[in-house]
Every structure is written in structure tokens, then in C-alpha cells.
């Protein structure tokens, strides 16, 4: 689990994650949402971030897993933000947030016989990363919020 969250980290070089996402949402992962892949508006520039490909890959996976069973219909989107010291990415969709069973306790629920969601995973290797994962309903749409801290260049 710690390789897979960024914990084993030894020299990683900043990946741009404007570049990830673009690559991510047209391409690797188009297959999380029926109606076709999710739509991408992104930061301009670069946004630097202290991760690997796979712990990005758990995070926005368990994002796009969940906003899949979670959405009523429609294709979502995924906005980036950058400020001074944080870049926020987001996945937009139409429905409501359906957090799994234990989201609010704040940790990996203890072992049940249920399978435990993605997401939970994904939010434990945004914070391994200095970053969270959290919800947001505004009428009918949801979103759920990456935000990991940018490297300074």
C-alpha cells in the first residue's frame, strides 16, 4: 500500500499533472464513463506535483470509479485550478455524492466483508502526497476535489 500511495519516494522527479490529466481523460481511462469520456478544461501552464504515475493513477481511478456509479447520466468533467502553493482538480458530474458508508470518519473503514470503495484508497494517497480528496453538491451536480501541493521551481 505504501508504494502504491507515494510513500517510497526516492528522488521522484515533479510530474506536470496538467499533462497527466489531458493524456488520463482522452485516452487511458476512457472507458469509466458510458456516454464517452469525461470532458477536461485545465490549467495553461504546468503543475508540477511530487508523485508517480501510480499513486496519480489510484487517485483519479478511484475519482472516476466512483463518479461513474455515483452519476445519473451524462458526461462529467474534470476542471484544474492552480494557486501560489496548491493545484485543485475536480470531477464534475450530474448527481448526487453518494460518499461511501464511513467517508466522513475520515479513515479506511475496518475490515468488513464488503469490499472497501477505491476512493478510500485514493484519499489515503492524496494525504501520503501532502493533499485530500473531498466532496461537494451543488444543486444536482457533485464534485469530488483533488487538491495536492504544487512543487516550487
Given at each position: 500500500m505504501?508504494?502504491?500511495c507515494g510513500s517510497v519516494?526516492?528522488?521522484t522527479a515533479p510530474l506536470d499533472l496538467t499533462h497527466f490529466v489531458q493524456h488520463y481523460a482522452e485516452r487511458d481511462r476512457?472507458?469509466?464513463?458510458p456516454d464517452g469520456p469525461a470532458g477536461a478544461i485545465l490549467t495553461a501552464q504546468p503543475c508540477p506535483v511530487?508523485?508517480?504515475?501510480?499513486?496519480?493513477e489510484v487517485?483519479?481511478?478511484?475519482?472516476?470509479?466512483?463518479?461513474?456509479t455515483a452519476m445519473s447520466g451524462g458526461i462529467p468533467e474534470w476542471t484544474m485550478s492552480a494557486e501560489s502553493d496548491v493545484v485543485t482538480l475536480s470531477l464534475t458530474y450530474k448527481?448526487?455524492?453518494s460518499a461511501p458508508t464511513g467517508w466522513s470518519e475520515g479513515g479506511i473503514p475496518p475490515h468488513t466483508h464488503?469490499?472497501?470503495?477505491?476512493?478510500?484508497?485514493?484519499?489515503e494517497a492524496a494525504r501520503t502526497l501532502g493533499g485530500d480528496i473531498a466532496f461537494s453538491e451543488d444543486g444536482d451536480r457533485t464534485s469530488i476535489t483533488l487538491t495536492l501541493p504544487l512543487v516550487k521551481t
Open positions: 505504501t508504494a502504491i519516494r526516492r528522488g476512457a472507458h469509466f464513463f511530487r508523485a508517480d504515475v501510480c499513486a496519480l487517485m483519479l481511478d478511484g475519482i472516476a470509479d466512483h463518479g461513474r448527481g448526487l455524492a464488503h469490499q472497501i470503495p477505491d476512493l478510500f484508497f485514493a484519499r
